[in-house]
């Protein structure tokens, strides 16, 4: 196993059962995601993209297979260490924010912090410097209504990097906004993986797929193609079997 892998996935199949019949969403998935990458992975309905989403997420787990997140084999956990993991190693980023309403910005940054237990000057200052990276210095007292689609995407995006987590999963980031919002949000995108930050995106948009140093294809359950942009020095062979 190497150090340099936040994400390895081996053989990993996800099977639904749906009254009497049995829907296979996932069919034998491998995968290495190296720190540090950039990662879209696109597929139309119904293709798993978000069964596969759900996993690397730890908020659901595979039928049969292994994963492993940044070194830690997600089985062998209990559902408090789960829920730990997703707060300590992951950050997410969702089409329609998930701000709470009431709370301003700052406080929305926060959340993470206060399930983690850090003290209250902890927690504003690691929030505020999140959203002063992310632009929003000048917005950290708003509500969530006082602030534009793109802003409160920025929002969601401080928010899941407050806690330096080893891996942001974002699924369909920017469904919700117009094009200059768009572009507002995958240029953070961009500054966070210059940065050395590890970003997997799922998206049906070209546009957002574009920024991806690597795009993985998905057909109903199975990757069909995994393509790595033209400045890639890999891709990374998949590691033996994990015992």
């Known amino acids: 196993m190497s150090s340099s892998r936040v994400i390895q996935v081996r053989g990993v199949t996800k099977t639904y059962s749906l009254g009497a019949i049995a829907v296979q969403a996932l069919r034998g998935v491998s995968l290495d995601i190296e720190r540090g990458d950039f990662v879209a992975i696109m597929g139309s ?103 534009s689609g793109g802003q409160q995407q920025r929002v969601a995006i401080a928010r899941a990097i407050v806690t330096n987590p080893a891996l942001i999963l974002a699924d369909e980031p920017t469904g919700n906004l117009d094009s200059h919002s768009t572009a507002d949000v995958l240029q953070a995108f961009s500054d966070l993986n210059d940065e050395g930050r590890t970003i997997v995106v799922i998206t049906h948009e070209a546009e957002v797929a574009s920024l991806a140093r690597r795009v993985i294809h998905l057909s109903d359950g199975e990757i069909v193609a995994d393509d790595y942009g033209t400045d890639a020095t890999y891709p990374p062979a998949l590691t033996p079997e994990l015992s």
């Open 45 to 147: 309905s119904g293709s798993g993209k978000s069964t596969l989403m759900h996993i690397l997420g730890c908020i659901d787990v595979p039928t049969e297979g292994r994963y492993l997140l940044d070194g830690v084999d997600v089985r062998q956990l209990d559902d408090d260490d789960l829920a730990d993991v997703r707060n300590r190693k992951i950050g997410f980023v969702f089409q329609s924010y998930n701000l709470v309403p009431r709370t301003n910005a700052l406080a929305n940054v926060e959340l993470p912090l206060a399930y983690a237990r850090l003290s209250r000057a902890d927690r504003r200052r690691r929030a505020t410097a999140a959203l002063t990276a992310l632009g929003m210095s000048d917005r950290m007292d708003h509500l969530p209504s006082e602030l």
